[in-house]
């Protein structure tokens, strides 16, 4: 049995689209083969269609601002009328932010302060929040702004505060966002395990894929380390070392200080407590084939090929837009017999067209393999 378990191609397909194109592409080759699709998702893109997958879920779609602050129709799933699961990247994912526009500097989580806001104006009282595949490295203070906290510098309030404005930030007052989330139940599933400073931190393991400029990873790791230091003072949680707490841009981590949330790692938590049957499928397959845009060292810390070979018995095929060595061996370091197949530039002018064109130097390693 082949078992299909992709995770998103970040800005290019969503899980669920890679594992269909894969399908298809292994029943042209093999139409007597058995072929089977686990529709997984690490918490950011293609969370809200993993959810449908399991879920008698009911889908609607309210407007509010992007990463950018262009328009956008962020789609929520609920569950019953007060419990709603919200894509955090439906309001600020890296999708909305135009490939030459990308600034985290002036992008802002507000949107998803906007979709909580509606959400919880529209009866909600239990909120499950997926993060990753963000645009925003804010800290969540944009979202916060929303929802009711005002940021002071010291010549007075801030008005849109984004990342730029972290480190002039020297008091804030939560009483409208307290007087709002008062009662909500507030969880996070978070796509990665890591953390929101040090070497580990968003400014130097995701501010690249974020437009942050090398020049600027210095100001931004300090700015903050600045704000975690001031919520510490004010609230009296420290989240500098927080695992989980960098899930969409430190909006996770925001969440947990001031509404205390939990952080679980999104895979773990769909594993552990939902019957989605992943680990039974992926532990009896003869071959798995997962992915994800790119297998490097945050692969580790979450993703879904890391997640999917820790659970593979037979052959396991990560196909990558692009791969490090720290990438392959962490997947070799927890499976013993994985192959990587890298699709290069192609995967970034025409991911489907790469993908499917994979299938056959899948085939080729498994026919060299067995």
């Known amino acids: 049995m082949i078992v299909i378990a992709p995770g998103t191609f970040k800005g290019t397909l969503r899980s669920l689209t890679a594992a269909n194109i894969i399908g298809r592409a292994l029943r042209t080759h093999l139409p007597r083969s058995s072929v089977s699709k686990v529709v997984i998702a690490d918490g950011g893109e293609g969370t809200l269609e993993m959810l449908r997958s399991y879920f008698n879920v009911r889908l609607d779609a309210v407007w509010v601002s992007g990463p950018t602050r262009a328009r956008v129709r962020a789609r929520r799933a609920w569950f019953s009328r007060s419990a709603a699961f919200l894509e955090s990247s439906q309001a600020i994912g890296l999708s909305l932010a135009p ?83 008062g009662g909500v139940s507030v969880e996070c599933l978070v796509d990665t395990d890591d953390f929101l400073c040090g070497a580990f931190g968003q ?33 009296g949680i420290d989240i500098r070392g927080l695992k989980r707490a960098s899930g969409s841009g430190g909006v996770a981590g925001a969440l947990h200080a001031f509404s205390s949330a939990a952080l679980h790692n999104t895979l773990e938590y769909f594993s552990s407590r939902h019957n989605v049957g992943w680990d039974a499928m992926l532990s009896s397959a003869d071959v798995v084939i997962t992915g994800e845009g790119r297998l490097d ?7 879904v090929p890391h997640f999917v070979a820790r659970r593979v018995k037979g052959r396991c095929v ?23 197949v890298e699709l290069g530039p192609a995967g970034l002018r025409d991911a489907r067209f790469a993908i499917s064109s994979a299938v056959p130097r899948i085939l080729r390693l498994l026919g060299e393999a067995s």
């Open 203 to 235: 400014a130097s393991m995701y501010g690249a894929q974020k437009g942050l400029r090398p020049e600027d990873r210095n100001f931004v790791e300090d700015s903050i380390l600045h704000f975690c230091e001031l919520i510490k003072a004010q609230i």
């Open 99 to 181: 490939p030459g526009n990308l600034n985290p500097m002036s992008a802002t989580s507000r949107g998803l302060g906007e979709l909580i806001f509606h959400t919880i104006k529209d009866g909600a009282r239990t909120v499950q929040i997926s993060m990753g595949d963000s645009a925003v490295m804010d800290v969540g203070v944009g979202m916060l702004a929303a929802l009711g906290v005002v940021f002071y510098s010291r010549s007075g309030p801030i008005e849109n505060p984004s990342l730029r404005d972290l480190a002039r930030v020297v008091d804030f007052n939560v009483a409208k966002y307290a007087t709002l989330l």
């Open 318 to 340: 990560v196909i990558a837009g692009s791969t490090t060595s720290a990438g392959i061996k962490d997947l070799e370091s927890v499976c013993s017999r994985v192959s990587v």
């Open 297 to 303: 060292e945050q692969t580790r810390f979450g993703k």
